[in-house]
């Protein structure tokens, strides 16, 4: 089993920056894509961003420019700094961590990210 843990979310206004963190622990070895969904109030959940423990990363169009994903391998910990925040990245934010060697994907708990106009 993976856990993941987040935290960092929270209200801000149109404009700010939220630094999202999600660390995590347990069958942690062999983790290699790391990253973040996120899914808005009556919409289905989509991907953000995503970084491999190589540091090679991806972006949803909608963020880029505006997000940085980052990892800190030796505390298996991914990281999203989001700035100019817009209300339509209002959403819960899910931190998620596949494992193709384990046929699952595991997830945290969510943190919700509101983004007041």
């Known amino acids: 089993q993976v856990q993941l843990v987040e935290s960092g979310g929270g209200l801000v206004q149109a404009g700010g920056s939220l630094r999202l963190s999600c660390a995590a622990s347990?069958?942690?070895?062999?983790?290699?894509?790391m990253g973040w969904y996120r899914q808005a109030p009556g919409k289905q959940r989509e991907l953000v961003a995503t970084i491999t423990s190589g540091g090679n990363t991806v972006y949803v169009d909608s963020v880029k420019g505006r997000f940085t994903i980052s990892r800190d391998n030796a505390k298996i910990t991914v990281y999203l700094q989001m700035s100019s925040l817009k209300p339509e990245d209002t959403g819960v934010y899910y931190c998620?961590?596949?494992?193709?060697?384990?046929?699952?994907?595991?997830w945290g708990q969510g943190t919700q990210v509101t983004v007041s106009s």
């Open positions: 998620y961590a596949p494992r193709p060697a384990l046929a699952r994907t595991f």
């Open positions: 347990g069958a942690v070895a062999g983790i290699n894509v």
